[in-house]
Nanobody, 122 residues
Framework: QVQLVESGGGLVQAGGSLRLSCAAS????????MGWFRQAPGKEREFVAS????????YYVDSVKGRFTISRDNAKNTGYLQMNSLKPEDTDVYYC???????????????WGQGTQVTVSS
């Protein structure tokens, strides 16, 4: 059982940057594709980005391409989401997840973090 703990959220002005971290409790984290999702109140959870086990392949939702970068450090059992040029519409609770599967645009994951709030002011 992998436990995931996000950190790094907060309040930032539009145009600013934040780096989210996702610390995993088990080294088996390194065996899984991991990703980041976000969710606003009353809305469905949205895929943001994913990265393969060895950082070989990354995918992003169109709205964050060129602004967000997903990465991981398997030696530290930690994943990251660097968010630059933040916009007010990026305001959400961000979740990390591990052991992702997808069928087209539908994603599921075996493990989820508790979420971290990101608020971007205009």
């Amino acid at each position: 059982q992998v436990q995931l703990v996000e950190s790094g959220g907060g309040l930032v002005q539009a145009g600013g940057s934040l780096r989210l971290s996702c610390a995993a409790s088990e080294r088996t984290f390194n065996m899984y594709t991991m990703g980041w999702f976000r969710q606003a109140p009353g809305k469905e959870r949205e895929f943001v980005a994913s990265i393969g086990r060895t950082s070989g392949r990354t995918y992003y939702v169109d709205s964050v391409k060129g602004r967000f970068t997903i990465s991981r450090d398997n030696a530290k059992n930690t994943g990251y989401l660097q968010m630059n040029s933040l916009k007010p519409e990026d305001t959400d609770v961000y979740y990390c997840a591990a052991d992702l599967r997808n069928s087209g645009s539908i994603y599921t994951a075996s493990y989820w973090g508790q979420g971290t709030q990101v608020t971007v002011s205009s």
